[in-house]
């Protein structure tokens, strides 16, 4: 259609409007005269602070389908290194001109209330302030930039949340506008660039998607992940299918950004990037039955972490294939240490099916299969780190579902942990969900 006049139409005095590729490039013209073949409008917007190999470019054109639309996924930030980004803004016609262009957005500083009660939902305080640079001139000219440097702040500088609320997220919504010289406005879609101040963790054994009752729950499960506002989850006795119908749940949410699975026991939900996924058989068979753990590497930021799922056989499962279960789990938690205590920094979750601290020991010896992770300094359990103080039973605090994180730099340290209600969980797990910040 180069070079053509696609479509005219008559108008006052106006022999033909010429129209090329399903864009009006100029409002009068004679009948005969041809299109000009014109490369559209375009405008850039481009950072630089996010890191090596890691910075962005999005790009807008003359066609409406880029006006102010949301471009999906944000992109996280997370370290200290990413909490000043510069956001530039450039305008290109060189037939045209531009006249202006424009980074527009708006910066929400969103904090959480500090959980006094398990029950409660979420409460967060929102504020909002605008994000703005503009640059405008008369004449017109083939290229025209601007630039804005947003602040953020982690989790340990925040000082604006208001008393009893703690850093959750900074989250940016901006895009860049220009007009050119024929007064026609071509942005790009919306951004959103959000720096994670601080994040839930939660490990959950969803019963294979039904609950006590034997009546299926996967929607259930969704939900209660969503009202906990859980960024990632490491989940046990989920089968192929449970991990399907979660990820079309309604409520499932960005959790199925990223979803990895082992076999028709573990898997692994994660709003953040994820670059690797390993499964890792123990050594020890089992009749009938191949015992297994995953992990996933996380990319939060550049800071590299591991997510670890376990499922420590069972009681019932060791002692119908005739072996110890409890010298099984001591050999399953040394042998996933092996991999785990001196690499990256590592969050492990799962159900061990093993209570934290000895029975009759009061709370102050660490039982048998766990010892040698209570051991693994700077590893600390959610509950003994946090005191986990909405849960008034003190032995549900400690019981066999778990999460335990390098409690040290690098690593990660607890903001608060707890568990919701037993009522409000479809399953005959509770679900565990500890909120951190990185400790860089």
């Not at 990413?82 to 530039?88: A, L």
């Not at 205590?341 to 020991?361: K, Q």
């Amino acid at each position: 259609m180069e070079n053509d006049v696609e479509s005219c139409s008559t108008w006052e005095d106006c022999p033909g409007e010429r129209t090329c590729i399903n864009s009006s490039w100029s409002a009068c013209v004679s009948v005969d005269e041809t299109c000009q073949n014109w490369a559209p409008t375009e405008v850039w917007l481009k950072t630089s602070g996010i890191g090596p190999g890691r910075e962005k470019t999005f790009i807008g054109f003359g066609n409406e389908i880029y006006v102010n639309t949301p471009d999906g996924l944000p992109d996280y930030l997370f370290t200290q290194g990413q909490t000043h980004i510069t956001f530039t803004a450039t305008g290109v016609d060189s037939n045209r001109g531009i006249t202006s262009i424009n980074l527009a957005g708006a910066m929400n500083r969103i904090c959480m209330k500090r959980r006094s009660n398990a029950a409660d939902p979420e409460e967060r305080i929102t504020q909002s302030y605008p994000i703005t640079g503009k640059k405008v001139t008369s004449a017109g000219s083939s290229s025209l930039s601007t630039s804005v440097t947003v602040d953020y702040t982690t989790y340990a500088n925040e000082w604006q949340c208001p008393t009893g609320y703690l850093p959750w997220r900074m989250d940016l919504d901006i895009s860049a506008v220009t007009v050119n010289g024929e007064g026609k406005t071509v942005r790009t879609k919306r951004q959103r660039f959000v720096f994670v101040q601080s994040f839930k963790v939660a490990t959950y054994n969803i019963y294979h998607g039904v609950d006590t009752n034997g009546v299926q729950n996967i929607d259930r499960v969704a939900k209660l992940l969503l009202d906990n506002d859980v960024d990632m989850v490491a989940l046990q006795e989920a089968d192929s299918a449970d991990v399907r119908w979660l990820r079309q749940s309604i409520y499932i949410g960005d959790l199925k950004n990223h979803v990895y699975e082992m076999g028709n026991d573990l898997a692994i939900f994660s709003k953040f990037p994820v670059v690797s996924h390993m499964v890792i058989p123990y050594s020890v068979p089992v009749t009938g039955y191949e015992p297994a753990w995953q992990y996933v590497q996380l990319d939060l930021g550049g800071f590299q972490a591991r997510l670890v799922n376990q499922h420590l056989t069972a009681d019932s499962v060791g002692r119908n294939r005739g072996i110890d279960p409890v010298a099984y789990r001591r050999v399953q938690v040394e042998e996933m240490l092996q991999y785990i205590r001196f690499g990256l920094p590592a969050i492990i979750a799962g159900d061990m099916n093993s209570h934290v601290y000895a029975e009759g020991s009061s709370y102050t010896v660490y039982g048998y299969e766990i010892t040698p992770l209570a051991e693994a300094w700077p590893y600390m359990h959610m509950c003994v780190a946090t005191g986990c103080p909405t849960e008034p039973d003190i032995g549900a605090r400690f019981d066999i579902d778990h999460i335990w994180v390098r409690h040290a730099s690098p690593g990660f340290s607890f903001v608060d942990a707890y568990a919701p209600p037993r009522w409000q969980s479809p399953s005959d797990h509770p679900l565990k969900v500890a909120r951190m910040n990185i400790a860089e």
